[in-house]
């Protein structure tokens, strides 16, 4: 596995595809960026740290480094989960004769437009079209992780993989009277709805509490420990750093209703499925999300586990958390989501798509292999 950006012990990377592939009987090696204090195997992975400057001048730069220790690991298979690492993989394999895979987590094509005005946004996005179309080609198997990406690649080689819920023994929340915690998981800014979360919890009832637990991506924390100053709001609100999975996932069996705040506008919001949809759906948190959020709404649809609204309204999101003010509506959601995160929305069909990929690229010797339905 070959990360240029995500985290050693990162969930689906090495707690979902990595544990599922060593259980069926391959060994792993998670070549990414070093971490004080990561450690040096997780879920039965081995994890190798690089030094890599920051920013993406860092990771263009990286590439030719990450590439050598890519066909230096002498690995049949190197998976890469961003487009620098694509590159790094690619490059790594015409070295060692490895097979790659390219796992496919975001749309891609537009990541700049943030970044760029609006008349340059068509050329950018038509030129990583085209990039992400040759890196597929010269790719054994592009891996999809949400149903939305798929336009970008050639279709004969694309595997859904998706980023569903990892099974969990976690005791979901009993809802009962009293007032309300509403919980926000993992990365936090602007566009994932900090001011209009604000603006709801103002608008809630007195007793309403907002708890955060990850960190600000976007540089705007200040920004927003300063707006929920002047909405009398600070004494509502704990933050809480990024934990593991496991503390988190405990985190949010004590809190209410599962927040998922993402902003219209950008086409990655509109293709989302973020882990912390599932992690609430795994207490037993009913969810607020967006209705434009074509991933999102279908799971919460199919499942009826929350409630969609319209992010960029303030009142829209005050509205929805007065009607899970029920006890039996949270409660009744909640259990929904957890059947549904647990059985059709769950990680095991698609952990056996994956291993069924590697056994195409990567047969294991006869006697190892585990057997099929894991």
């Given amino acids: 596995m070959l990360s240029a950006a995500h985290p050693p012990t990162d969930l689906r990377v090495v707690g979902k595809q990595g544990a599922a592939l060593v259980e069926a009987g391959w060994r792993l090696l998670h070549l990414c960026p070093a971490q004080p204090g990561a450690p040096t195997t997780h879920a039965g992975v081995a994890i190798q740290g690089f030094p890599r400057a920051s920013g993406w001048r860092g ?41 790659v895979v390219l796992d496919v987590h975001e749309h891609y094509p537009s990541r700049l437009d943030p970044h760029l005005p609006a008349p340059l946004r068509p050329a950018a996005r038509a030129a990583l079209r085209l990039f992400c179309r040759w890196a597929a080609r010269r790719a054994d198997a592009v891996v999809l992780a949400k149903d939305g990406l798929a336009a970008d690649f050639p279709a004969r080689r694309l595997v859904p993989i ?18 309300l ?19 709801a919890l103002a608008l809630a009832p007195p007793g309403t509490r907002l708890r955060l637990v990850g960190r600000f991506t976007d540089g705007s924390e200040p920004a927003f420990h300063a707006r929920a100053a ?11 750093p990024w ?11 004590r809190a209410d209703i599962g927040l998922v705040l993402f ?61 899970l003010a029920s006890p039996a509506r949270r409660q009744a959601q909640g259990q929904a989501g957890r059947a549904a995160a647990l059985g059709p929305f769950g990680w095991p069909a698609e952990a056996e798509r994956l291993v069924n990929l590697y056994r195409s690229l990567a047969p294991l010797p006869a006697g190892m292999a585990a057997p099929s339905g894991l």
């Fill in 59 to 99: 990771r263009v730069l990286g590439i030719p480094a990450l590439a050598r220790r890519a066909a230096a690991s002498g690995a049949a298979v190197l998976h890469a989960h961003e487009p620098d690492s694509w590159v790094a993989a690619l490059l790594a394999a015409r070295r060692s004769g490895a097979r």
């Fill in 162 to 179: 998706r980023n569903y819920a990892a099974p969990s023994t976690l005791a979901p929340r009993q809802h009962g009277a009293g007032p």
């Fill in 181 to 199: 915690t509403l919980l926000h998981l993992g990365a936090l800014g602007r566009s994932r709805g900090w001011p209009q979360m604000l603006d």
């Fill in 230 to 240: 002047t909405l009398g709001l600070a004494d509502r609100i704990t933050t809480t």
């Fill in 243 to 253: 934990l593991p999975h496991a503390e988190a996932m405990a985190e949010a069996a």
């Fill in 263 to 323: 902003q219209p506008g950008e086409a990655n919001h509109t293709l989302a499925l973020p882990h912390k949809l599932f992690d609430c759906m795994l207490a037993g948190l009913p969810v607020i999300a967006p209705a434009f959020a074509t991933e999102v709404a279908g799971i919460i649809r199919a499942a009826g586990c929350g409630e969609l609204v319209a992010t960029a309204s303030a009142p829209a999101i005050a509205a929805a958390i007065a009607r």
